[in-house]
């Protein structure tokens, strides 16, 4: 921890509206190279919008994004094979088998295809579906289909990973699964991800940092958590009534926080 990373990802001072109603509002956040950072918030808080404006799908009305030194909405060419998307549903293609879900996306950044075939067969090992390959998307589970989401999205060696909710539609034992999957290969490959959340344990498991946003877009809560206090129940416990709180719209919570257990920012 001795060197500060720079910033994959920039926002300053966004701003994103849908005709008179403002989404976000002069936001500004940074994500360092590695770092993994959670968003929660109410629905409505604008989470999906700043997902949205990572991806390039829409463009900010003010203010500056930035993701790996581009802008996300114009330069598309800088950014392909660099950023992998999942998304609550997993929007995989009904007709191909997983094994060949999972090769699309190496195929479509012209890599060779037998490169493709032992990387996708590779990613499919590594999220626990090594048999299952030849199989379609109707005749997987939806856990299984996730997987094989995140195989596709990870197979490609992103610098950076964004996630929308992907594990929540899941039943609970497979959901925490995926989830202890997912923060393992994060770590261990030491991607860049941010992701959006409702439940503020997987934000706890997970995130280097969380923030909490409230409506229109702006950050009410950061919270940095260490591997150290991930070990700390009583810490956990004081963190995640902290979140509940901001949540909430309850940001004023002086008699909560202890500032020397964690570092915490209220904006
Ligand atoms: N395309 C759009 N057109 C008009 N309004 C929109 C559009 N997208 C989002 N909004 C509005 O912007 C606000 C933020 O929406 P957003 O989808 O970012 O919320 P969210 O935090 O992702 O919510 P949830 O937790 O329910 O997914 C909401 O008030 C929403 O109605
Ligand atoms: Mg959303």
Redesign the pocket.
């Known amino acids: 921890m001795t060197n500060v990373p720079t910033p994959l990802i920039e926002l300053r001072d966004v701003s994103k509206r849908?005709?008179s109603?403002t989404?976000i509002d002069h936001l500004s956040m940074e994500v360092r190279e590695g770092e993994t950072v959670a968003l929660l918030?109410?629905?409505?808080?604008?989470?999906?919008?700043?997902?949205?404006l990572l991806m390039g799908t829409?463009s900010a009305d003010d203010g500056t994004v930035r993701v790996a030194g581009a802008d996300p909405a114009r330069d598309f060419v800088a950014l392909r094979g660099k950023l992998a998307v999942s998304f609550q549903t997993d929007r995989l293609l009904p007709w191909r088998t997983a094994q060949e879900n999972v090769e699309l996306g190496l195929l479509l950044l012209n890599r060779p295809r037998a490169e493709a075939r032992e990387r996708a067969a590779q990613w499919l090992q590594r999220v626990k579906l090594g048999d299952a390959g030849h199989k379609y998307p109707a005749e997987l589970s939806g856990g299984m289909r996730q997987r094989v989401s995140l195989a596709r999205a990870l197979a490609v060696d992103p610098a950076l990973v964004l996630l929308?909710?992907s594990f929540s539609q899941l039943d609970h034992v497979t959901s925490q699964t995926l989830r202890r999957d997912f923060a393992e290969i994060v770590r261990e490959q030491r991607k860049t991800c941010v992701f959006?959340t409702?439940r503020i344990e997987d934000a706890l498991e997970i995130a280097d940092r969380i923030l909490v946003?409230a409506?229109?877009?702006r950050v009410c809560l950061e919270l940095s958590v260490s591997a150290a206090q991930r070990q700390d129940a009583a810490c956990m416990a004081r963190m995640h009534q902290q979140i509940e709180r901001a949540i909430g719209g309850d940001t004023d919570d002086p008699a909560e926080a202890d500032p020397s257990s964690f570092t915490t920012t209220e904006h």
């Open positions: 849908f005709g109603h989404a918030g109410q629905t409505g808080a604008g989470k999906s919008t700043v997902m949205s829409s929308d909710e959006v409702h946003l409506a229109p877009a």
